[in-house]
């Protein structure tokens, strides 16, 4: 069986010959394992972990993007038009939101009148050449959603004000970027006639302990648009995973009536307790990830690590449905024996 035979077999809940699994890290971690192993890139660590999925995204050709410094921080400019610096965390560097465009604007005629990213700044021939490399992969595209990166153009401050007392002015926003992403997304799909398997937005709609606005709030702000992505991917025989951190257990069953197949990460918070979710929501909705970044891989032992891994398994792989992942992508405080800990569990 092949990774991506694999993966499309789980999510279509039947049972796949192994657990399929995907690996994400940030740039340290790429760096460390790369070093570790003496490796040159990070196809290399793909295959040492058997990984059977891989993530592309179209190159970047649109207007410069510059990066300067300002009071001895430097601060990189996004094709979105907001910009972010980079802090230290004591671990790695990390990117900081510190330019919110949209906080400027204060009617609707502003909003129409922002420079929003053209679908024409990406090269989508570079599309098809990463996927002939990867044939038998799965092949995941996707970046943050419409909410995530609604954040990084105007602070969730006022963007939660938006929602509650302008839903006028709110709606425009995420409309205007989910217009964005269907013609880009299209795009991208046409580009790989057929090969890419899971279109996967990445938005944060909840906390550890609850949602960031009730189920009424996102049905009115995020249902249609969601249901206009799932549609995108299903058309072109692809599969919708929906990121999300957070707890979000009460909107689980909307996700479901948006053609939603795929949940992750499966934050361990109240609600998505592995067992639960699967006698729930099992014959409708696969699940991605949920070993634990936050205590068990950064602080656990290897053994403690293969005994979650194990549980997860073992609980959301029965008649397929599940790909084995943390529950984000490795940070740069988890031991390098805990990841591979983890990918011995199949």
Known sequence: MTSKERVRKSIMHQQPDRVPANFECVSSVE???IEHYGFH???????????????????????????????GERIFETYWGYRTKQVWTGKEYNHHTCYYPLD?????????????????WFDYESVKRQCE?????????????????????RSMEKLLVDMAVDPEFAHRIYDRMVEFE????ERIFKAADGQIDILRPHDDYGTQVSLLFSVDMWKDYFKDNTKKLTSLAHRHNAFYM??????????IPQLIECGVDVLEPLQKVKGLEPQRLKEEFGEK??????IDTQSILPFGTPEEVKKETRYYIDTLNVNGGYILMASQGFEGDVPIENIEALYSVR
């Open 31 to 33: 760096k460390k394992l």
């Open 41 to 71: 890139d990070i196809e290399q660590i793909y295959q040492k972990f058997e990984i059977d999925m891989r993530p592309i995204l179209p190159e970047y050709i649109g207007p410069e993007l510059k990066s300067f410094y300002e009071n």
């Open 104 to 120: 400027k604007c204060e009617t609707l005629k502003d909003l129409d009148k922002y420079q929003w990213p053209s679908p024409d």
């Open 133 to 153: 490399k990867h044939r038998d992969k799965a092949i995941i595209i996707g970046h943050p959603g419409p909410f995530q990166v609604a954040c990084f153009l």
């Open 182 to 185: 269907l013609e880009y997304y």
């Open 242 to 251: 929906q990121h999300s951190c957070g707890s979000v257990r009460p909107i």
């Open 285 to 290: 909705l696969a699940f991605h990830g949920g």
